[in-house]
C-alpha cells in the first residue's frame, strides 16, 4: 500500500533528531513482520545515518523522499521545514501493512551534491539502495470493497 509520512525538521527539530525520528518509525514498521527484526532495521537506518542527517540539512528530503518497502508497505518518507514544520500535525504511528513482509527495503534519494556519500552508505548495509523503488500499489488499484459481500452471504447460509 502506498503511504506518505512527513516528519517536521528545522526548527522543531536538529537534522540528528529528525533522523532519529525517521529511523524509528523505519525500524517500528518493520518489527510488524514476525519475519523481519527491528534490530536489522535499525542497524540499516544507523548505516545511514551520517548522511540521512546530510539529506535533511540540505533540505533534500522535501521533494525526495526515503521509501521504505515491506511487504505491502511503501512509504515515502519526507521532511517539512520552517513554519510548515511548526503547524505539522505528524503520524509517527508505524505504517500499516508491514506484518507479512519477509523482506525490506530503504531507499535512499541520491541527489547530486550528495552522490558519493549516498552511494557508500548503500554499500554499508545490503538493506539500503540507491535504485529507483518498485511502484507502488496505488489507491485506485486497491479501490475494491472492503468485505467480499459474496463469502459473508455463504457463510451466513452455511449456518
Not at 25 to 36: G, W
Not at 80 to 95: C, D, I, Q, R
Not at 144 to 150: N, S, T
Request: hydrophobic share 45%; glycine share 6%.
Amino acid at each position: 500500500m502506498r503511504r506518505a509520512r512527513e516528519v517536521a525538521a528545522s526548527p522543531v527539530r536538529s537534522a540528528s533528531a529528525t533522523w532519529t525520528v525517521i529511523a524509528d518509525l523505519v525500524a517500528d514498521t518493520v518489527a510488524q513482520s514476525s519475519a523481519l527484526s527491528r534490530d536489522e532495521a535499525v542497524q540499516a537506518t544507523s548505516a545511514a545515518e551520517a548522511v540521512g542527517r546530510m539529506l535533511i540539512a540540505g533540505g533534500h528530503l522535501h521533494k525526495h523522499p526515503i521509501t521504505l518497502v515491506a511487504g505491502k508497505v511503501h512509504c515515502e518518507i519526507t521532511t517539512v521545514s520552517g513554519t510548515t514544520a511548526l503547524m505539522l500535525e505528524e503520524n509517527l504511528n508505524p505504517v500499516p501493512g508491514a506484518a507479512g513482509a519477509v523482506d525490506f527495503t530503504i531507499y535512499l534519494p541520491s541527489p547530486a551534491p550528495l552522490q558519493e556519500q549516498v552511494k557508500a552508505a548503500v554499500t554499508a548495509h545490503a538493506r539500503l539502495s540507491l535504485g529507483t523503488p518498485p511502484a507502488g500499489e496505488t489507491k485506485a488499484a486497491s479501490a475494491g470493497p472492503l468485505i467480499d459481500l459474496e463469502a459473508l452471504r455463504r457463510a451466513v447460509t452455511q449456518r
